[in-house]
């Protein structure tokens, strides 16, 4: 099955600077791969997803890249808020039609002031 | 507007008492999901419904079980809690499954057990 390595488990920034956290997958079929991000007392919540057939997605600060040889995708936050501290998850979903989320074990992301 | 509505927020049982967790949906999807969710750990799937159709995980213990009366509605019920149940415990729906069909989750109802 499917198995997802994330890292670094936690990351501490400067405001203004940018974060990078990296996710490997082991399934090659794997086409789907969402990051979320979850505060404290909340559930995770959907930042931004890449499909297979796409290298590169951006939303305003929040980019994700995919390199599909090397199986391994990342988040980019440029100019980092203190807003923007919280634990995020990559995750990947298999081809099949279960279509199941296997998620990474999280980064706990701190963004000082 | 919450979309995923789960409660209650905070859920204190006693060792060995049946407890029940409730996920309500007004995104009319096809597809609840209940997630476990220790500290510092990332998500773990216990089950989903499709529609009606019920799958659970192959290391889901048997502890754990879980109804869905109609598509607004899902619950989870943990028959005799153990300490070790003590967890976050996440619903989570998709319009489908696949990757075109995004997870949305409750805030989740953090399960103590004394």
């Known amino acids: 099955g499917e198995n997802v390595e994330q890292h670094p488990s936690t990351l501490s920034v400067q405001e203004g600077d940018s974060a990078v956290i990296k996710c490997t997958y082991s399934d090659s079929a794997s086409n789907y791969f969402p990051w979320y991000k979850q505060e404290l007392g909340k559930g995770p919540q959907l930042i931004i997803d890449i499909r297979s057939n796409v290298g590169e997605k951006k939303d305003q600060r929040i980019a994700v890249t995919l390199n599909k040889t090397a199986k391994h995708f990342s988040l980019h936050i440029t100019e980092t808020q203190p807003e923007d501290s919280a634990v995020y998850f990559c995750a990947a979903m298999g081809g099949g039609s279960q279509g199941n989320l296997i998620f990474g074990k999280g980064t706990k992301l701190s963004v000082k002031p | 507007d919450a979309m995923v509505i789960q409660n209650p927020r905070y859920q204190v049982t006693q060792f060995g008492k049946p407890v029940t967790l409730s996920c309500s949906q007004t995104?009319?999807?096809?597809?609840m999901y209940w997630y476990q969710q220790k500290s510092s750990q990332a998500p773990k799937l216990l089950f989903h419904y499709y529609d009606k159709d019920f799958n659970n995980e192959a290391d889901t213990p048997d502890n754990f079980q879980s109804r869905r009366p109609n598509t607004s509605f899902c619950f989870l019920d943990i028959r005799s809690p153990g300490l070790g149940d003590a967890a976050m415990y996440l619903c989570a729906t998709s319009r489908g499954q696949g990757r075109n069909s995004p997870l949305h989750f409750g805030n989740g109802t953090r399960l103590t057990v004394t």
């Open positions: 995104l009319n999807h096809n597809v």
